[in-house]
């Protein structure tokens, strides 16, 4: 391994650690991005089971805020349900901002790295062609030795830049679609939430703890 690094020359470390930095994310998204944590079943019926029942007090809400993303969005919206409506969604849409912002944490990275590690690899090749050439002009073609090691050198910057960027390419497109599917579902249930509790107060549904 480190020959293969040493190989590559100095561009090869910054391609070493957009791998390992490109890992890391793809792990922590894979563990962030699961809809079990953000979109869990069964919340919104269990919240209007305990609204129906007049259970849903501020502790409950509370909890609910620290608990997951859909949590914290209905946690906002339940908190001020009682100015009406549209004070409602207002907060929902607010709270529902700063989840997708957290939602989004390390995309930008994810996608910088897939853009700059062919760069990378392609800034060592014409490095390495350059000493190529160097040696050609310097001596000619009968160093075989200080030939092969340019060349290696060319090629296995732009190889390990490309191996980095096609897997960091996929995943961002794979992250970006599962927080889309996130968001939706977490505007469908927010929409629920606000339609079931002011409908339910148009015919005489209190609510009183809240």
Same mark, same amino acid.
């Given at each position: 391994?480190?020959?293969?690094?040493?190989?590559?020359?100095?561009?090869?470390?910054?391609?070493?650690?957009?791998?390992?930095?490109? /890992?890391?994310?793809?792990?922590?998204?894979?563990?962030?991005?699961?809809? #079990?944590?953000?979109? *869990?079943?069964?919340?919104?019926?269990?919240?209007?089971?305990?609204?129906?029942?007049?259970?849903?007090?501020?502790?409950?809400?509370?909890?609910?805020? #620290?608990?997951?993303?859909?949590?914290?969005?209905?946690?906002?919206?339940? /908190?001020?349900?009682?100015? @009406?409506?549209?004070?409602?969604?207002?907060?929902?849409?607010?709270?529902?901002?700063?989840?997708?912002?957290?939602?989004?944490?390390?995309?930008?990275?994810? @996608?910088?790295?897939?853009?700059?590690?062919?760069?990378?690899?392609?800034? @060592?090749?014409?490095?390495?062609?350059?000493?190529?050439?160097?040696?050609?002009?310097?001596?000619?073609?009968?160093?075989?030795?200080?030939?092969?090691?340019?060349?290696?050198?060319? /090629?296995?910057? #732009?190889?390990?830049?490309?191996?980095?960027?096609? *897997?960091?390419?996929?995943?961002?497109?794979?992250?970006?679609?599962?927080?889309?599917?996130?968001?939706?579902?977490?505007?469908?249930?927010?929409?629920?939430?606000?339609?079931?509790?002011?409908?339910?107060?148009?015919?005489?549904?209190?609510?009183?703890?809240?």
């Amino acid at each position: 391994m480190l020959d293969f690094i040493q190989s590559g020359g100095i561009f090869m470390w910054p391609l070493i650690a957009c791998s390992v930095l490109t /890992l890391a994310i793809i792990l922590e998204r894979f563990w962030t991005l699961r809809a #079990t944590r953000i979109t *869990p079943k069964g919340m919104l019926n269990n919240i209007l089971i305990m609204l129906k029942e007049d259970k849903l007090n501020r502790e409950v809400i509370r909890e609910l805020q #620290t608990n997951t993303g859909l949590g914290s969005i209905f946690a906002a919206g339940l /908190l001020n349900s009682k100015y @009406g409506r549209q004070i409602m969604k207002e907060n929902i849409e607010e709270a529902a901002s700063h989840v997708v912002h957290e939602l989004e944490r390390f995309m930008n990275p994810l @996608g910088t790295i897939a853009a700059i590690a062919p760069l990378i690899g392609l800034l @060592g090749t014409v490095v390495g062609m350059i000493k190529v050439f160097s040696v050609l002009m310097s001596q000619g073609a009968g160093d075989a030795a200080l030939l092969a090691g340019g060349i290696s050198e060319a /090629l296995l910057t #732009t190889a390990s830049g490309l191996a980095i960027a096609i *897997p960091a390419l996929i995943f961002h497109r794979f992250f970006a679609r599962r927080i889309d599917a996130l968001v939706v579902t977490m505007e469908q249930q927010s929409a629920k939430l606000i339609d079931v509790i002011h409908s339910d107060r148009d015919i005489g549904f209190s609510g009183g703890k809240l």
